[in-house]
Nanobody
Framework: QVQLVESGGGLVQAGDSLRLSCTAS????????MGWFRQAPGKEREFVGT???????YYTDSVKGRFTISRDNAKNTVYLQMNSLRPEDTAVYYC?????????????????WGQGTQVTVSS
C-alpha cells in the first residue's frame, strides 16, 4: 500500500502562485506515473495533469501554460507549481499514483490517492 500526502494548499489571491507537494511512501516511486486532479464544490473530480517516469508531462487545456508538474525521485515527491491562479482554480487538489507507469487522464486508472489539499483563490 502506497500512502500519498499532499501539502502546500492555502488561500491566495487571483494572480498569485502556489506550489503543491505530494510525497509517496514507497521506494519504487520512480516507477510510478503521477497525476494531479482537482474537485470543486458540487463538481466532479477533474484531471489537471500527469507526469511520466521519464518526466514527460501532459496537462488539461485550462491549466496549460500556468501549471507545471515536476518530480524529484530522490525525495519521492511530485510537485504542482501553479501560477497565475484564477478563482475557477479553487478546488481540493489530489495527487495520485499509477503503478504501471502509464500517463493517463483517467482517474479510474490510478491505484493510490492522497487525501487532498484545499486551494482557494479569491478574486
Amino acid at each position: 500500500q502506497v500512502q500519498l500526502v499532499e501539502s502546500g494548499g492555502g488561500l491566495v489571491q487571483a494572480g498569485d502562485s502556489l506550489r503543491l507537494s505530494c510525497t509517496a511512501s514507497t521506494r519504487t516511486f520512480s516507477s510510478y506515473a503521477m497525476g494531479w486532479f482537482r474537485q470543486a464544490p458540487g463538481k466532479e473530480r477533474e484531471f489537471v495533469g500527469t507526469i511520466s517516469r521519464a518526466s514527460r508531462t501532459y496537462y488539461t487545456d485550462s491549466v496549460k501554460g500556468r501549471f507545471t508538474i515536476s518530480r524529484d525521485n530522490a525525495k519521492n515527491t511530485v510537485y504542482l507549481q501553479m501560477n497565475s491562479l484564477r478563482p475557477e482554480d479553487t478546488a481540493v487538489y489530489y495527487c495520485a499514483a499509477e503503478r504501471a507507469g502509464a500517463m493517463t487522464s483517467q482517474a479510474s486508472s490510478y491505484d493510490y490517492w492522497g487525501q487532498g489539499t484545499q486551494v482557494t483563490v479569491s478574486s
